[in-house]
């Protein structure tokens, strides 16, 4: 027996699958599919993270184990390559980006073939190829057409040190995700996609998915639905009106005081009838400072200032009541303004303390009592006319009626999510295929003219006034109208990285097809994704928008499913040793690379398994990846106790069967950790009984394989086990074999059950007469009677009839 030399083999058998196509996948639409997908990975410049392969390997497991079992498995994977740090990098490096991009995904390639992963390669795709983009450019172009694109000035969230406008999720705690400097708002104009269309379909299609539940709730969440009205304040001495948002129709007759944001625009149209315009003014430039992420904060001091000068009229009280300006008041949220109702919301009642406004309770027993907030809500309607008496449900009811047929406001449901920023000023992005005409307006390049390549430029850099590096070629720029021959500009807007990976799963169905995104016969054997394991930090962004554009691309008839992912997972991060989050600052890195030179792919993928809770966070340990190597190892020395032929125990023919069932569930439930230690275990009992059959191993090394695939189809061939494992079946266990052996049998005297005795299954009568007799208390049961008679029901009861 040789030693075990993991470097030889992996290398060994990563060339044969790529020379054989092992796991090159068919459109074989006889075989039931199964799509198994993990987020491809940006190619940085610091390479794969040794992060990375704890998804990819338990999904490797699944996809492996499904093959065996007859699926047609596709597992694909790519490049998302488009993004600011390739870019960044090639502006400080003199480099273009796509000679960066070019190293870096080699470099990833490398590392992952290095790791053994059962990708399809001829499937591999890349965000950055032109024939890749030419249909996120397509898919663009008719989101614009259907009028879901369109662009508008806003204020936008802007990075100053990346010179990026940002979304509200790449924002967090008021900081840009990428560099930490704290954002600033800014006025551009912007390509925008109205994902806010499509937000009640994305909350209520979750309910048919098999979505893991912190999801299902962080996507709710996200979206934030509220079902309320809007309702109109007459502004006092104009024929304007204030029009709020809420949630709480039933508490107008408590609505003491109006609140609306600095930003509104009518502080600064009645600005000349304001007598204390100077403080107004002092108080917005102060809040213009702040982040909406701030100005939301729970727990914050209330500031404001009243608008002196301006009041406005409760319309079912009808009273005058004042209107203040306020941080906590966002122009982004509803309609910018609201009625404040101190006695029954938290923040309204602070207010109210802080600055002396009346408080008048609606709900008997509600919220405020002794002055305290208590967040209670459970009384009659009181103060409120025509809704006293009622529950606060009934009266929302009963004041939603009413203000519709008053003409006073309408129902509706507000969201949280707003339309997805959809332009970037830089480079390194597909660019829009759009061009501005003086006459037409903009026009959508011809779709037969797409891809609209990136040009080649100088400079990468974006220009100090924040437009992308394209508007400076001149010559890519100056274009002629599609629709009316006149001089006419492109759009130098890039897209945002969220691009590409909205819809890549699609493309691997048929990543070579140049006259469609894919076929839709393909389509509609691969689709929806069977199952997409990916980061919690891509709930709201990548996850939420590549349904968005699924979506839209079933209302348009181009795919065939409403969804594009039937289940989702999540993996728990892998920190460093420190229990940190892997940082070059905080020197905790750990590369996958020398891991494998060291103690080799398989022991890299045992390890990162057998770590923890799949759905946890895990910290690195070095010790732990020894013990896995160990593993590996005692699993080669199998080799010294195989015997030809059929020997085998019964022992060892148990602990196979067991070993099967759980084992092959717990891989289809991200727990190989549990399923490494019953493999573990299965070892010992292997060595215990001294003896393995070829049977015995060639299970054993099936189920082990989809952990470690190199090692189990060395040993297999080694050994002979038959031809190459992979083209092996996936083991099935027989139920009776799986069965304790024994059991507690009870034994009763004269028809009462006195103790039990612990027999085989189904053990012969003198085997269980022999055992109740030498049992200790059978002799006091038994006294000074004797034995008439004994009933054996096997399995059930020994009854012992005395005299
Ligand atoms: C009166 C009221 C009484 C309210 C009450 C709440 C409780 P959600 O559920 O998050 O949608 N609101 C509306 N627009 C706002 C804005 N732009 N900035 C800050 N707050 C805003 O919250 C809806 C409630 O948040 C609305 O209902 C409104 O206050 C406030 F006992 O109106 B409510
Ligand atoms: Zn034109």
Not at 59 to 75: Q, T
Not at 279 to 300: C, G, H, L, P, T
Not at 459 to 474: R, W
Request: proline share 5%.
């Amino acid at each position: 027996m040789q030693t075990y030399h993991p470097n030889q083999i992996e290398k060994k058998w990563q060339a044969f699958w790529d020379e054989h196509g092992t796991y090159v996948t068919k459109n074989d639409y006889d075989k039931e599919p199964f799509y198994a997908l993990i987020e491809f990975p940006y190619p940085s410049g610091q390479g794969l993270h040794v992060g990375h392969p704890r998804p990819y390997t338990a999904l490797d497991i699944v996809a492996r184990k499904r093959r065996y079992e007859g699926y047609n498995v596709l597992f694909p994977m790519g490049w998302d390559a488009f993004g600011l740090p390739t870019e960044n990098y090639a502006i400080k490096n003199k480099i273009h980006p796509e000679q960066v991009t070019k190293q870096n995904v080699a470099h990833f390639k490398e590392q992952l073939k290095s790791i053994g992963f059962s990708f399809d390669w001829t499937r591999e795709i890349n965000t950055t190829d032109p024939s890749y983009y030419k249909w996120t450019q397509w898919i663009f172009l008719q989101l614009f057409k259907h009028g879901l694109a369109y662009k508008t000035e806003m204020p936008i969230n802007w990075c100053p040190s990346c010179k990026v406008g940002l979304s509200n999720e790449e924002v967090v705690g008021g900081a840009c995700e990428r560099c930490g400097t704290q954002v600033v708002h800014k006025v551009k104009s912007q390509w925008m996609l109205k994902i806010t269309e499509y937000a009640d379909k994305l909350i209520d299609d979750l309910d048919d998915l098999d979505f893991i539940d912190r999801v299902k709730a962080q996507q709710v969440n996200w979206i934030g639905r509220s079902h309320g009205a809007k309702m109109r304040f007459a502004l006092e001495g104009t024929d304007d009106k204030l029009e709020v948002f809420t949630t709480r129709p039933d508490t107008v007759f408590g609505a003491t005081y109006m609140v609306i944001a600095p930003e509104h625009p009518m502080v600064q149209k009645y600005r000349d009838r304001l007598k204390n315009i100077d403080e107004i003014d002092a108080y917005i430039e102060q809040v213009q400072k702040k982040s909406d992420f701030e100005r939301a904060e729970m727990n914050k001091d209330k500031t404001g200032v009243e608008l002196k000068g301006l009041r406005a009229v409760n319309p079912l009280s009808g009273r005058s009541i004042p209107v203040w300006i306020s941080d906590y008041v966002l122009m982004s949220y509803g309609t910018g303004a609201i009625m404040a109702v101190p006695a029954h919301d938290e923040r309204d009642y602070e207010f109210a303390t802080k600055f002396g406004m009346e408080i008048i309770p609606v709900i008997d027993g509600g919220n405020v009592e002794d002055g305290a907030y208590t967040g209670k809500e459970e009384g009659k309607m009181i103060n409120s006319d025509f809704l006293n008496g009622m529950t606060a449900k009934d009266a929302i009811e009963t004041m939603l009626d009413y203000v519709e047929a008053h003409d006073i406001g309408k129902r509706t449901t507000n969201f949280k999510l707003r339309d997805w920023v959809f332009s970037r000023q830089r480079y390194w992005g597909e660019p829009m295929p759009l061009v501005y005409c003086e006459d037409c307006g903009w026009v959508p390049v011809p779709e037969e003219e797409l891809p609209v390549l990136l040009p080649d430029v100088e400079n990468y850099e974006p220009t100090d006034d924040g437009e992308s590096p394209l508007a400076s070629m001149t010559d890519w720029v100056n274009t002629t109208c599609p629709k009316c021959g006149k001089p006419a500009k492109r759009e130098t807007d890039t897209m945002p990285q969220w691009a590409g990976s909205s819809w890549y799963f699609i493309r691997y169905i048929d990543p070579h097809n140049d006259e469609a995104l894919a076929d839709p016969e393909a389509m509609a054997y691969w689709l929806p994704v069977d199952w997409y394991n990916g980061g919690m930090e891509h709930t709201t962004l990548h996850l939420l928008y590549s349904r968005f554009w699924h979506k839209f691309l079933y209302d348009i008839g181009v795919v065939p499913t409403k969804e594009p992912y039937a289940k989702r997972t999540s993996h728990g991060m892998i920190l460093g040793e420190n229990g940190e989050k892997m940082s070059k600052s905080r020197g905790n890195v750990v590369n996958p690379d020398e891991i494998i030179a060291q103690y080799g792919a398989d022991t890299l993928r045992v390890y990162e398994m057998f770590i923890g809770d799949f759905e946890k966070g895990a910290p690195w340990s070095d010790s732990g990846v020894k013990g896995a190597r160990r593993f590996l190892e005692r699993v080669w020395n199998l080799q010294s106790i195989l015997k030809d032929g059929d020997t085998y125990t019964l022992e060892n023919e148990k602990a196979v069967h067991k070993a099967i069932k759980k084992v092959s569930y717990d891989y289809e439930n991200l727990k190989a950790n549990t399923a490494i230690a019953t493999l573990m275990s299965l070892v010992n009992t292997f060595n215990d009984n001294g003896v393995l059959s070829k049977e015995d191993f060639r299970t054993f090394l099936m189920l082990l394989n989809p952990v470690a695939p190199h090692i189990t189809e060395e040993l297999w061939e080694q050994n002979n086990l038959g031809g190459y494992l992979h083209e092996h079946a996936w083991p099935q266990y027989d139920e009776a074999k799986v069965q304790d052996d024994t059991i507690e049998l009870p034994v009763q005297f004269n028809g009462k059950v006195k103790f039990t005795v612990t027999v085989a299954k189904g053990a012969d009568e003198d085997t269980v007469k022999a055992a109740v007799q030498s049992n200790d208390q059978f002799e006091a049961f038994l006294g000074d009677k004797h034995v008439v008679k004994a009933i054996y029901v096997p399995n059930r009861i020994y009854n012992i009839v005395v005299k």
